[in-house]
């Protein structure tokens, strides 16, 4: 699992490094902006240490858009969670951060996208790591999704939607030559 973590990292990296020369567009061109997110997490494995019936939360975000075609964002996400069990009237904590890479598939305001985003999770007293694999839909400033978080200790369903401070930045400003 660390082997995989370490070769996104580096394909984050590379992507950063290749892609940030072809940031080229003129005064119009912002490919920094925020979001909030509000979802729910539906647990679909449980184990000793993770058995919960339902989770929800929100995350706030920076993502910084890496092409001028707006076609490829990495982000920065951390939030908080509440996951619930009902029948133990018990209820933790998860504290997630996680660094993702969304792919959009036009450059338009309404455009699907998937995501795969690696993270670390802070839940009661340890730290989990975890792979969420994302798909959606956004709208101008809007974006509604759905995904798969998995970790060691329990696999959950997650949907939210989201909301961007700033329009997703396109490719149809002029550029400077």
Do not use: W
Not at 9 to 32: E, G, T
Not at 86 to 99: G, Q, R
Not at 101 to 110: A, E, I, Q, R, S
Request: proline share 4%; glycine share 10%; with cysteine.
């Amino acid at each position: 699992m660390k082997k995989l973590y370490s070769f996104i990292i580096l394909l984050v990296f590379l992507s950063v490094y290749d892609m940030s020369a072809q940031n080229k567009q003129n005064k119009y061109y912002k490919p920094i902006r925020f979001s909030i997110d509000g979802f729910t997490k539906i647990p679909i494995t449980s184990s000793e240490n993770f058995d919960y019936n339902v989770g929800y939360g929100g995350n706030f975000g920076m993502v910084y858009t890496l092409n001028k075609i707006a076609s490829l964002e990495l982000s920065l996400k951390s939030g908080y969670t509440l996951l619930n069990n009902s029948k133990m009237k018990t209820s933790s904590a998860l504290i997630p951060v996680s660094v993702g890479v969304d792919f959009y598939f036009f450059d338009k305001d309404f455009s699907p996208f998937v995501g795969l985003h690696p993270g670390i999770n802070f839940i009661d007293n340890s730290i989990e790591t975890s792979i969420v694999g994302e798909i959606g839909a956004s709208y101008k400033q809007m974006k509604i999704y759905a995904g798969y978080e998995y970790m060691e200790i329990g696999s959950l369903i997650k949907i939210g939607f989201g909301y961007f401070f700033r329009q997703r930045p396109c490719g149809c400003f002029p550029f400077v030559e």
